[in-house]
């Protein structure tokens, strides 16, 4: 896994060891960052259930501001110190090692971020856990989109009764990509 395009492009990433993560591909992540690139610089950008930070760390190559990381295994937030460390980004990131929901609560009250990604663990309803904690939290910026990975197979028929509006989706072979922003907010 490297980091595809630039302060920090070509640089290769290292993963947590184990089965504990599943690092999103290049091909996936190239296409998500395209879909993000107009409004990606000098963002702030909540990267989820990171494992090795390789979404974050390529927001911030390609101009996000700041990212703040959220993971709670040791082995992820030793590899996201590390990622960090060498591609020169570690001034703009910071990590928390806690599960998310406390995470969020943590952060709630404080910054609001323009992009909160989360790729949680498949089939254990952690996108609709997080998604709720959200609706009634003021992380989200007022432009603010939340991305999620999920599988293929997710269905996020539950948004709407959570006040939430899917503004696009990206499938690929086996997983897919839900950007969703708050209802009542127009969509990009």
């Given amino acids: 896994m490297r980091v595809i395009a630039g302060t920090a492009r070509r640089l290769n990433l290292k993963t947590p060891e184990g089965m504990d993560t599943r690092p999103t591909t290049d091909r996936i992540k190239e296409t998500l960052f395209n879909i993000l690139a107009p409004d990606l610089y000098g963002c702030r950008f909540l990267d989820l259930f990171a494992g090795s930070g390789g979404i974050g760390i390529e927001a911030l190559s390609r101009g996000a501001a700041e990212a703040v990381f959220v993971d709670n295994s040791p082995k992820a937030a030793a590899c996201i110190k590390e990622n960090l460390k060498l591609t020169r980004l570690d001034a703009k990131g910071s990590f928390l090692r806690m599960d998310v929901l406390s995470a969020l609560s943590r952060l709630d009250g404080g910054k609001k971020f323009d992009y909160i990604f989360m790729d949680p663990p498949y089939q254990m309803e952690w ?7 959200l609706t009634d939290s003021d992380l989200l910026s007022e432009e603010g989109i939340v991305i999620v990975e999920a599988s293929k197979e997710t269905a996020f028929d539950f948004a709407g009764e959570l006040g ?24 990009v």
């Avoid at 996108?127 to 904690?133: G, I, K, S």
């Fill in 127 to 133: 996108e609709r856990r997080t998604l709720e904690y």
């Fill in 164 to 187: 939430w509006n899917i503004i696009r989706d990206k499938v690929y072979k086996t997983n897919k990509h839900v950007f969703l922003k708050p209802a009542g907010r127009e969509a």
